[in-house]
């Protein structure tokens, strides 16, 4: 008898969830959770389905008497709580919803950020506790995770690419973070000029320290892997405490039949890792010294603000 799909099997190991704003794929592939973030933001947005949200996210926008910038970062927020509203219709589990990327090095303004959002949410009828807000994982973004989940604001560190970082967003209690799998590979490559097996990875390599970590350190905060750029980084994954997929790399595990081993286990989590978790001073210093990490975080964030600013400059020409 053939194997189930790739899909299936990673289903019963790992929570699946859809990297997407766009719900007629999350419908496809039934995943628990979704995530968002400016770029997927950004493309849903241009989905015809999603014109009545845009327009009114643009009308709420244009009643208010504020300045044109408030305006515009009114709109912006209604557009994005619109969406993850729209796609927790369609899955069970929580919607992840993104601070702007422009207040990745201000803690006060992130927080108030996220308790705005999180109100947006509440007066749709939709509870704080299916909703994740996502923060780039800078010193700043950590601190601010750590006060909003005292408030039970439960948030996903993003944009994480260390040991350093991870340890110092669980240490603040984060409830989940999203280690990046796909660019730590795209950098390796760059840098090397050579291909990777699956299992040499560096992108999974670095994930897999994190988990055993943190298991080790038995630290509540959720591993979620991202940024994945082949199915064979997810099945060198299997295990792991969840996912976020692309449509596109559902699809392909949707379709492959194979046998799936797991490969990440709470109950084996290798040697001992011997690690402190930082303060701001040697925070920054372990980031800046690794060389892969301090260039992805820097240059993540600069992406999500240019496509945050496409968004905003696509609804200014709107008719």
């Known amino acids: ?120 949410y509440e007066k749709l009828g939709v509870g704080r506790e299916r909703v994740l807000i996502k923060m780039a994982t800078t010193w700043e973004g950590v601190r601010a995770a750590e006060q909003l989940e005292r408030e039970g604001i439960n948030c996903n560190l993003t944009l994480l690419f260390n040991l350093t970082q991870a340890a110092a967003a669980a240490d603040a209690g984060a409830f989940l ?42 630290y509540a905060t959720v591993v979620m892997g991202a940024s994945f750029r082949n199915i064979g980084e997810i099945t060198q994954l299997a295990g792991c405490d969840r996912l976020t997929i692309s449509p596109a790399l559902l699809e392909e595990l949707a379709t492959t039949h194979a046998a799936l081993p797991r490969k990440l286990d709470p109950q084996q989590c290798g040697d001992t890792i011997h690690y402190t978790p930082p303060s701001s001073s040697a925070f920054a210093y372990q980031l800046n010294s690794d060389a892969m990490a301090h260039a992805k975080l820097g240059e993540g964030i600069r992406a999500f603000v240019a496509d945050q600013t496409k968004l905003e400059n696509w609804l200014l020409e709107l008719a």
């Open 1 to 120: 008898m053939d194997n189930p799909s790739l899909l299936d099997q990673l289903k019963t190991m790992t929570t699946v969830v859809a990297d997407t704003g766009d719900f007629a794929a999350i419908e496809q592939y039934q995943p628990e959770d979704a995530t968002t973030n400016p770029s997927l933001v950004l493309k849903a947005a241009q989905l015809p389905a999603y014109r009545p949200l845009v327009d009114a996210a643009r009308a709420e926008a244009a009643a208010s008497t504020r300045s044109s910038t408030e305006q515009m970062s009114l709109c912006m927020d209604a557009l994005a709580v619109a969406i993850g509203h729209r796609v927790l219709q369609v899955i069970p589990g929580r919607i992840s919803t993104e601070v702007d990327a422009r207040l990745s090095f201000d803690t006060a303004a992130s927080v108030a950020k996220a308790q705005q959002l999180i109100g947006r």
């Open 177 to 218: 973070i999203s280690p990046f799998v796909g660019r730590i590979l795209d950098w390796h490559k760059a840098q090397t000029g050579r291909d990777f097996t699956a299992a040499e990875d560096p992108g999974v390599l670095s994930v897999t320290q994190i988990y055993n970590y943190f298991k080790q350190r038995q």
